[in-house]
């Protein structure tokens, strides 16, 4: 439903996305239902023990022949073992229910980050980003945990646990109920007053705990260097002592509630009382009945206390799903190359494109008038949809012919476009004017085509704190031990990782344990794996020292074999590693096999308007 106007503020509201992660956390019929009878079982097994516990303490207190006690005792001992296999096979049904809709769940958001990444969701804190698809997803297991499958169990026992009241008397059935609905809805406000605000704050405040402390040990190290560490570790423990008191609050509230309905069963117990002591007393019920009548309120208070406590649970679990409902943005910005509802894409697949003559599979690439802009989405999470185009394309308008098999310098200043031209590559930007792959227009392709072709290596290529076979077979989850060593061999690393252990040899939290030419060599290797016919290497020798770059540069082209690939770099690359130069905003540079870094230091003077970095 669009949003609508505020006829107060003028302000436009932003419609409330939680209720379809909701109604997805509530599990499907066929799950949910062995919960809820497993749990009306059990319910009804405690009030019936309650009363047949009365029954039987009071019938015995007469001293008529045991053979008018034995139902009593067996319905006593079935009640028992029946309340506590019932409730067991009930936790289990229910948390199986729960944990399969939150895989279902996490699953989603996946799928609806995935076209999104990585420009698409470049402003996303990373900590508050990992608290929603955790923290807030293992929430919404209370929906039917807590909500859905308590209350609709104990609506069930209470309705029957009345029923038999007021078979036995009326006027005690009354009273209980007036007392119970005047209990629960005085729980229900105390949580309201004490918790309210601490419900709706506790999923917020985890995220940004959680992006503070993430924020802060990535950082750490810049931190120490410039004295900010302290501030840092005080931002942190502001946020912990809110994110305290909200959950003492909430606590305190539950706590309240639950005082309450035990409050509450004691007055529907003399509510009870009260109403049956004149049947009593008229001899229209016996002694044991009158001792159920007093005592199995207290059992109907215990099964309605799970009311109370689905009321508290709902705004925590709505919060939660805002949040993870809110984890994507729900407009997708223009430029993000993602799926639109209703959009037809060709999924024609790599295969497909159309290799130059003589490229041994490789496409030609044409970029036409091709520019760019980045996605300006706001941090807040919250409020999806604010997303603009920046002021000025980071990509001016470009033109580009990349034949198979060659090799090309993108040359020019930082804030030139350069990086935003690998990511139109790769399609994680959307372009404007044209770009074609083997004949093929890029944006009538799935992005996940474009990018089975054309595979990018980043400057900062992201390795996981695993060893290097993990970090390798990301790449082809087919490759055997050979191939990665193979593969290894091809971009220089062999006697490296020979020396640190083999592919069991640990890489480090985000490549902490290699250098950046090491991290390069790796991601080099992953692409190779890949198998790309296309390679961007953007800005290789960024994180190495400049003694080694040149060496470096030609490990990696060399390496590449006859595939396609550009190379973005500032600083040149040396002389006959590469076919052409070109410079962002000018016309090609230099001669085949004739690039050097004089003709590189042209390029950056001949450069156009510089774009958003």
């Known amino acids: 439903m669009p949003p609508t106007a505020s006829s107060r503020s003028g302000r436009r509201s932003v419609p409330d996305r939680s209720r379809p992660v909701l109604r997805q956390a509530v599990p499907p019929v066929r799950r949910l239902v062995p919960s809820v009878l497993l749990g009306m079982l059990a319910g009804l097994s405690s009030v019936a023990l309650l009363a047949s516990s009365a029954w039987l303490i009071a019938r015995a207190a007469e001293q008529p022949p045991v053979l008018y006690l034995s139902l009593g005792v067996v319905g006593v001992r079935a009640f028992a073992l029946g309340r506590a296999v019932f409730r067991y096979l009930e936790r289990l049904a229910g948390h199986d229910a729960a944990f399969r809709q939150l895989a279902e769940i996490r ?37 039917s945990l807590r909500i859905v499958q308590p209350v609709a169990s104990a609506v069930i026992v209470l309705a029957a646990a009345f029923a038999g009241l007021a078979w036995l008397a009326p006027g005690a059935a009354v009273a209980v109920t007036v007392v119970l609905v005047i209990g629960i809805g005085g729980a229900v406000l105390a949580q309201v007053l004490l918790a309210a605000r601490a419900d709706d704050r506790l999923a917020p405040l985890r995220g940004e705990l959680q992006a503070a402390v993430v924020e802060h040990v990535q950082a750490l190290d810049v931190l120490v260097a410039f004295g900010a560490a302290d501030a840092g570790r005080d931002r942190i423990r502001r946020l912990g002592r809110r994110l305290e008191r909200a959950t003492r609050a909430r606590a305190s509230a539950v706590g309240l509630a639950a005082a309450a309905m035990s409050a509450v069963g004691a007055f529907a117990a003399a509510a009870s009382l009260g109403a049956a002591q004149p049947l009593l007393e ?177 400057q900062r290529p992201w390795l996981f704190d695993e060893d290097l076979r993990q970090n390798l077979v990301f790449a082809r989850d ?136």
């Open 107 to 143: 699953v989603g958001v996946f799928e609806r980050m995935l076209p999104l990444a990585p420009d698409g969701l470049a402003s996303s804190r990373r900590g508050d980003l990992l608290s929603r698809f955790v923290g807030d997803v293992d929430e919404l297991q209370n929906v």
């Open 282 to 458: 008229g001899g229209r019920i016996d002694g044991p009945t009158f001792a159920v009548l007093c005592l199995v309120p207290l059992a109907i208070a215990e099964v309605a206390a799970a009311i109370p406590v689905a009321l508290g649970s709902l705004r925590v679990v709505r919060a939660s799903a805002r949040r993870v409902a809110d984890a994507v943005p729900e407009v997708v910005p223009p430029e993000i190359p993602a799926r639109r509802q209703g959009e037809r894409v060709a999924t024609s697949g790599s295969r497909s494109l159309t290799p130059a003559p003589g490229g041994r599979g490789v496409p030609a690439i044409a970029l036409r008038g091709a520019s760019a802009r980045w996605p300006a989405i706001t941090g807040d999470m919250t409020a999806p949809g604010a997303a603009g185009a920046s002021a000025r394309p980071a990509l001016a308008p470009l033109d580009l012919d990349l034949v198979s098999g060659e090799r090309v310098l993108v040359a020019g200043p930082s804030g030139s476009g350069k990086t935003t031209l690998a990511h139109v590559l790769v399609r994680f930007l959307e372009y404007g004017g044209s770009y074609r792959i083997g004949g093929v227009e890029a944006r009538d392709l799935d992005p996940r085509d474009v990018r089975r072709t054309v595979g990018l290596v980043e």
């Open 478 to 613: 087919t490759a055997t031990d050979a191939e990665l060593l193979d593969v290894l061999e091809r971009v220089g690393l062999a006697e490296w990782a020979a020396a640190r252990g083999g592919l069991d040899a640990r890489v480090g939290e985000r490549g902490a344990l290699v250098s950046g030419g090491q991290a390069q060599r790796i991601a080099l290797a992953r692409a190779m794996l890949a198998d790309f016919p296309v390679l961007v290497l953007d800005e290789p020798t960024a994180s190495v020292d400049p003694a080694q770059a040149d060496e470096l540069l030609t490990d990696l082209l060399a390496a590449a074999g006859d595939r396609s690939v550009v190379l973005i770099s500032h600083t040149g690359a040396p002389t006959g590693l590469v076919d052409r130069a070109v410079a962002l905003g000018a016309e090609e540079i230099g001669p085949a096999g004739s690039v050097d870094e004089d003709s590189v230091r042209i390029a950056h003077g001949r450069c156009g308007e510089r774009g958003t970095p």
